[in-house]
Every structure is written in structure tokens, then in C-alpha cells.
């Protein structure tokens, strides 16, 4: 039996256990030793691709062989160290082992020498300190030769002085002093120098001119526009499916849409290929970015979609993403902000720097949420590649609240304005107003079978409520106890386990419905009955098309920013009349009533008239799929707003007027001999303008006259011949920024023109003015497009 010396265990024991620390001191210095080498090289590991090993320096930054050598040795310095210390691990790894095998007792034979190890710890320290020597004198050597090389090009990295450049010396000084503040300056090859922020400001960014000693040539490489395929429709949308991609339920609702509507979408493609005839249609490549969907923005809809949560954004994306590839176009879809960055070419850091690649997507779909993340990520290329940008906007952005400057000095900033887009790139779900575009979604349409079938299995005495949350029953006991007197009464509340208490015991309360279980108890009901909320969703347009009556309450005095929470807040003056404002102005009685709630007289009058109503199946012509596909290729192939001309300054006079007086002497006209205006869309013989009544907006105007408001006609009447041919008494002509202008102001007879374009708008009004407003007409059940338009 080995006995050993208690004493010799002890020192054993405090061997081992210094040896960690002090193995942690080793590795501390070696850390500490990368961090100084990577802070003193300038940010130059800061732009490491991914894939490099950690101790691969990138050379290129410094360029000569000198420099090279100089590193390569560095990088076996330091990997000789990592060896050493990964020998000394496996060496204490290996005592662990024999002191648990032995339970506490050791042989000292199974142990190397005391002096043998400290002589390899001594080693490992000895090397430590020649890599800190040989370091002091690489960066002595490397300093020496930068110093060299700046000395040579002193005079030509010095900030021009170039007055077409003026902001150059400016952000020569910027960089001096922040260019460390985000790493995407290194990834472009800043390193702290004069040339290199010159270089970065000519060739990255454009604030200053181009170095004459630079090869303009390699720098300046631009890949080659892909050639313009043209684009084809298609029927068959499976490959939509997979670009659309999984794991959200608010996904996977929208595929299942898309795919109920696939045979709906071929039809409507085929009737509008036969329409267009041979027209050609250039394939645009498109990326979509849904942002209320990825997880930085919260994506609060999709833990809703199977909890009676609001669906309507999603029925609309679905709606888009099958439009534009119906149409032929490429598409890119996505629903993070890492994908978003991916396709975009962002480069690493904090947003500031502009995009590694010319923008590869001809447009690009997204909302308020994605907008605000390509504003933070793609640095100065946002305000070069904005123009591109196509923002889904449910409810609409008024031009005094998209000019950033304006809605700051005259109250209508929101948290969701002030973008200085053109205002027809905010696309809505309704035609609220004519300064944004109409997007729309689809409803299913039937055919004339379907319709018989459907008015065959109506049940005169049923009625569905329209409302899934139970907040929305809320309060509304007395309209619900008249209705019941009439009708069965039923409802789609979600819930759990108990039924709401909201919900009356005499509803038939089906709980959530899938989509197609809807709408077959939509078929079979004769009345949709809306309590005030939700605004404007898609469902009324899907009960009217499947033969229900649509009862709505009307609001007086109406809702708006002013007096109610939920329009707080959102960059619209608009004055919302009832709960569903489209279907009490475009579709009407017998389909659409709207009634004072608040009188029970008149609402249990109309449940008695809507008796004895019969109605057919009813869906307007733009919530098609033909409608919608009809629309948005008239968007893509017309709409530019990167390269449209700007609008004449105000007061300009053309040599020639191309107006006249309508024989009426009512309005102006787009005189017969005049010539058109180059790439102007909708075409501008389309355009009639009337002085509208004190208080009146163009909107209100161009509809007293059965036509839409046309804000891209504005620059046409921004001038004293307009007021001049409609006889106006001008005592004097002004240039202001207002959302008003141009217009007419009768204590004065002062007459004012528009002085910033963005601002032209349709919308809004003053007692004080008569505003000079543009219209157009509009083919039967398309209102987003003029007779010419398509």
C-alpha cells in the first residue's frame, strides 16, 4: 500500500488550484492583447465577413505586401498562443480526471514534475511578452508606412471645394469626428483618414465629388440592368403559396383565402388579357414586406386571428400578393426585419450607411410599420429609392399631414404622417379620398346560379350580427331586444369556454366561424346589422354580395380626430358618416341602410321595410377580382413617381392656355387644340375644374357634378389664367404653402396659388375660401380609373 506525506498532498492540491487562475490570467492577456491590436487597426475587424476565422485579418484595407507580411505574423503569434493555452487545458483537464478517479488520493508518480510544469508556464508567459514586444513594433512599422503613403497623397485628400458639392466639407467633418459611431463606416473601408472619408463621401454616399487619382472605372461598377422580361398571367398560384411561407396564423389565414379564390383569380385574368388585347406589360420585380406582421413591430394580429381579432389588413395583403401575381410580376415576400434587410442590402451596423447594391426591386409594397424600418435600416438610400415605395394604408393620409414641415408648423403631425411621400403612394382599402391611391381587396362573386340558389334559401326572418368581439354587444340591448321582435338573431361572438354575458340569451350565437361557414350563413340570412364598429371592414361587402340587406347606424355628429378615440391620432381630417361610409355613397338603398340608431321609431321602421325588401346579390365591379387586377396593373404601368416632371412654379404662364370656358360658363375645360402634357396620367383631356362653394372641399365638388377629385390635375390650374378664364376677380395673386390653395378668397378678392406640390389636396375646407378644384371622370365601377385610363 502507497502511503503519502500529508504535506506533499496539500502542495499537489494548491498547484491544481492555482493553476485555473492563473490559466484565466493567461487568456485575460491574450484578450486584452486582440482588443488593443483591433481598436489600434481602426475598426478594420469591425467589417469581418462572416465565415472569417477570428484571428483572419482582412489586408486589404492596409494593401501592401509589407503590411501583409506584417499581419500573417501577427495571426501565427496569436495562434501559437491559443495552442500553448489549449496544451495547458488538456494538462489540468487530465489532473481533474486522476483526482476523481482516485477519490481524494493521488499517486504523485501519476503526476508530471513540479518544476516541469512552472518551466511550461514560464514558457507560455515568455511568449505573451514577446507578442506584446512584437506587436509594439508591428504597429510602430505600420504606422511608419501609412504615414508614408499619407505623406504622398496630403494634397489630394484634401475636402474640394466644389459648388456642386456644397455639403462636402461639411461631412469631411462629420466623419472626423463620428465615423466610429456606426460600424457600417468600416465595412466601407473608412479607417479614421482623410482619403478614406473622401473616398467613402464620393463613392459610397455622394456628398463630394469623384478623386481624380481613383480608378473611376472599378469603383463606379454598376451591375447591368436585367434585360425587361414581359409579363404573363398566371392561373396557377402554388408557387405563391410557398413564397408566402408558414409559422404565423395570420399566414396561414391568408393562404387559405388565396387559395378559395384561386379559380376566381384565373377567370378574372383571362377576361382582362382578352381586354388589354396585345398590350405590352414589362415584368417588375416587387418585393412585399408585410411589417405589422414581423416581431419588432409587436405583429399583434396574428395572436388575434383565431380570437375574433380584426382580419381586414390580412384579407387585403392576401388580396395584393394574389393580384400582383396574377399579373406576372416577380415577387419577394417577406415578414421579418432580418429578411427585409437581407433583400435590401443593408450592411452591418446601426442604419446610417446607404445600401451595399442599386435597390434590386422595381416597387415596393409595405405599411406604416415597414416604413418606418426601411427608414431606419437603409440609411441615405430611403430618400433616393423612396419613390418606389407603395405604403397598404387603411385608412388614408392626407397631404397636410404627409408634409413633414407643414403638419409641424399648422398641428397635423401624427405618429403616422409626415413621410413627404407623394400622397398617391399611400394605397387605401376604401376610396376615402382622391389624394391616395385605392387599393381595395375582393369579394367572392357569384355566378347567376349561385344568385338564384341564394335568393331560393333566404330566410325572411333571420338577421347576423356583424361583430365578432364582445365588446361590440355591449350597450346595445334595446336595438337587439327591437330586432328580435322581427327576426332570429344570430351571432359569431368568440369565446372560450362560457358565453358572453354581453350577448343577449335569445341570439344564436355560433361562436367563430371559419371564412366558408360564413359565408354560408350569410346565404341563408336577409339582414346584416352593424352597431357603429368596426369601421369599414370588408364584411358588409361580402353580406351584400351574398344577398343580405346592410343595416348601419348613420353618426351625428359625425366621427372623426376631434371627438373620437379611435380616429385620434391617424393622419385624416376625414368626417366619417356611418359605420360603413362606401356602402352608404357607392352602393345604397336597397342594399345599404343607414339610419339614426338613436331613434327607435326610425329603426324599427326600416327592419320593417327591410322585410319586405327582396334584393339580388350585389358586388361592385372594383372589389372584383377582375376589378382589383384591372386596377393595380393601371398603377404599375402609369404611376411613376421617380421620374414624373415637377409641376410649373406658381403664376407660370403658358405661351398658349389650355383651357376654355365650357359654354355653360360653369367650369373650365382641356381646350380641344391644345396639346396634351407629356406622360401625364390620367390623361389630361379627362380634366373639367370648378370654383367650389365657401366651405367646400374638391372632393364634396367634383361629386355635386358626378365626377372624382383629381389632385395630379392641380399643377395644370395652379396659375392666374385659371382664375382668369373662370372669370374671377383676382385684386391680387399670392404663392403660399397651404393644403387649400389654390383658391379664392372672397373678403379680399384675393386669389392664392399653391406654392409647395405636395400639398395639393383634395381634401379639405374653409368658409373663408372657394377652392379651385380639378375633376375627372370615371368608368362604371372602377372610380380609381378615368374613361382613358386603362
Given amino acids: 500500500m502507497i502511503t503519502v506525506n500529508p504535506d506533499g498532498k496539500i502542495m499537489v492540491r494548491r498547484c491544481l488550484v492555482t493553476l485555473r487562475p492563473f490559466r484565466l490570467f493567461v487568456l485575460g492577456i491574450g484578450f486584452f492583447s486582440l482588443c488593443f491590436l483591433m481598436t489600434s487597426l481602426g475598426g478594420q475587424f469591425s467589417a469581418r465577413r462572416p465565415g472569417d476565422s477570428p484571428f483572419t485579418i482582412r489586408t486589404e484595407v492596409m494593401g501592401g505586401p509589407e503590411s501583409r507580411g506584417v499581419l500573417r505574423k501577427m495571426s501565427d503569434l496569436l495562434e501559437l498562443m491559443v495552442k500553448r493555452m489549449d496544451t495547458l487545458a488538456r494538462l489540468e483537464n487530465s489532473s481533474e480526471l486522476h483526482r476523481a478517479a482516485g477519490e481524494g488520493r493521488f499517486a504523485l508518480d501519476r503526476l508530471p514534475a513540479g518544476p516541469g510544469l512552472m518551466e511550461r508556464i514560464q514558457a507560455i508567459a515568455q511568449n505573451v511578452s514577446d507578442i506584446a514586444v512584437k506587436v509594439d513594433q508591428i504597429l510602430r512599422h505600420s504606422l511608419l508606412l501609412h504615414s508614408k503613403v499619407s505623406e504622398g497623397r496630403r494634397d489630394q485628400c484634401d475636402a474640394p471645394s466644389d459648388p456642386k458639392f456644397p455639403d462636402c466639407s461639411g461631412k469631411v467633418e462629420w466623419m472626423r469626428a463620428r465615423w466610429t459611431s456606426d460600424p457600417c463606416y468600416a465595412f466601407f473601408g473608412v479607417d479614421g483618414t482623410e482619403c478614406s472619408f473622401l473616398i467613402y463621401l464620393s463613392e459610397v454616399e455622394w456628398f463630394c465629388p469623384p478623386l481624380p487619382w481613383r480608378n473611376q472605372t472599378a469603383t ?154 426601411m427608414k431606419q435600416h437603409m440609411g441615405l438610400s430611403f430618400r433616393k429609392y423612396r419613390c418606389r415605395i407603395r405604403v397598404i394604408d387603411t385608412f388614408g393620409t392626407e397631404p397636410a399631414y404627409n408634409h413633414e414641415e407643414y403638419a409641424t408648423l399648422h398641428g397635423y403631425r401624427t405618429n403616422w404622417g409626415y413621410w413627404n411621400l407623394n400622397p398617391k403612394q399611400f394605397m ?246 391644345a396639346s396634351l402634357a407629356p406622360g401625364a396620367w390620367p390623361p389630361a383631356h379627362s380634366l373639367r375644374a370648378w370654383l367650389a362653394a365657401a366651405g367646400r372641399a374638391c372632393t364634396d365638388a367634383c361629386l355635386d357634378h358626378g365626377l372624382i377629385c383629381e389632385p395630379s390635375f392641380f399643377p395644370f390650374l395652379n396659375s392666374q389664367d385659371a382664375f382668369q378664364k373662370l372669370q374671377v376677380p383676382c385684386d391680387g395673386i399670392e404663392s403660399e404653402m397651404n393644403h387649400l390653395y389654390p383658391a379664392f378668397a372672397q373678403p379680399g378678392q384675393e386669389c392664392f396659388l399653391q406654392k409647395e406640390p405636395l400639398l395639393f389636396s383634395c381634401a379639405g375646407s374653409s368658409t373663408k375660401y372657394r377652392r379651385l378644384c380639378p375633376c375627372r371622370d370615371f368608368r362604371k365601377g372602377q372610380v380609381a380609373l378615368c374613361q382613358d385610363c386603362l
Fill in 220 to 373: 463606379r461598377r454598376a451591375p447591368k440592368p436585367l434585360p425587361k422580361v414581359q409579363a404573363v398571367f398566371r392561373s396557377n398560384l402554388s408557387h405563391l403559396l410557398e413564397l408566402m411561407g408558414s409559422g404565423k396564423e395570420s399566414l396561414i389565414f391568408m393562404k387559405k383565402r388565396t387559395k378559395r379564390f384561386t379559380a376566381q383569380w384565373a377567370l378574372a385574368a383571362q377576361r382582362l388579357a382578352q381586354k388589354l388585347g396585345g398590350v405590352r406589360r414589362d415584368q417588375k420585380q416587387i418585393l412585399v414586406h408585410i411589417g405589422f406582421l414581423t416581431e419588432e413591430s409587436g405583429d399583434v394580429f396574428s395572436p388575434r386571428v383565431l380570437k375574433g381579432g380584426p382580419l381586414g389588413e390580412m384579407v387585403q395583403w392576401a388580396d395584393i400578393l394574389a393580384a400582383l401575381y396574377v399579373l406576372g410580376h416577380g415577387l419577394r415576400i417577406t415578414v421579418s426585419l432580418k429578411e427585409l434587410q437581407s433583400n435590401l442590402g443593408v450592411p452591418p451596423g446601426r442604419g446610417n450607411c446607404p445600401l451595399t447594391m442599386p435597390l434590386p426591386f422595381d416597387l415596393i409594397y409595405t405599411d406604416y410599420h415597414g416604413l418606418q424600418q
Fill in 428 to 673: 387605401t382599402m376604401f376610396p376615402h379620398t382622391p389624394d391616395n391611391s385605392f387599393m381595395g381587396f375582393v369579394s367572392e362573386e357569384l355566378n347567376e346560379t349561385e344568385k338564384q340558389l341564394i335568393k331560393d334559401g333566404k330566410a325572411s326572418k333571420m338577421a347576423v350580427v356583424y361583430g365578432k368581439e364582445a365588446s361590440i354587444w355591449k350597450g346595445k340591448e334595446k336595438f337587439l331586444s327591437i330586432l328580435n321582435k322581427y327576426m332570429e338573431i344570430h351571432g359569431t361572438v368568440y369565446y372560450e369556454s362560457q358565453r358572453p354575458p354581453e350577448v343577449p340569451a335569445f341570439v344564436k350565437n355560433h361562436g367563430l366561424l371559419p371564412q366558408p361557414e360564413f359565408q354560408q350563413l350569410l346565404r341563408k340570412a336577409k339582414l346584416f346589422i352593424g352597431f357603429g364598429f368596426p369601421y369599414e371592414g370588408p364584411a358588409p361587402l361580402e353580406a351584400i354580395a351574398n344577398g343580405c340587406v346592410f343595416l348601419q347606424s348613420r353618426f351625428s355628429p359625425p366621427h372623426s380626430s376631434l371627438n373620437h378615440e379611435f380616429f385620434r391620432g391617424k393622419p385624416t381630417s376625414r368626417e366619417v358618416f356611418s359605420q360603413h361610409p362606401y356602402a352608404e355613397n357607392f352602393i345604397g338603398k336597397p342594399h345599404v341602410w343607414t339610419v339614426d340608431y338613436n331613434n327607435s321609431e326610425e329603426f324599427e321602421a326600416a327592419i320593417q321595410a327591410i322585410m319586405t325588401t327582396q334584393v339580388d346579390p350585389y358586388l361592385p365591379y372594383e372589389y372584383t377580382c377582375e376589378g382589383m387586377l384591372e386596377r393595380i396593373h393601371a398603377y404599375i404601368q402609369h404611376q411613376d413617381f421617380c421620374a414624373a416632371p415637377g409641376p410649373a412654379p406658381p403664376g407660370t404662364r403658358a405661351p398658349q392656355s389650355p383651357f376654355i370656358l365650357a359654354p355653360n360658363a360653369t367650369h373650365l375645360e382641356w381646350a380641344r387644340n
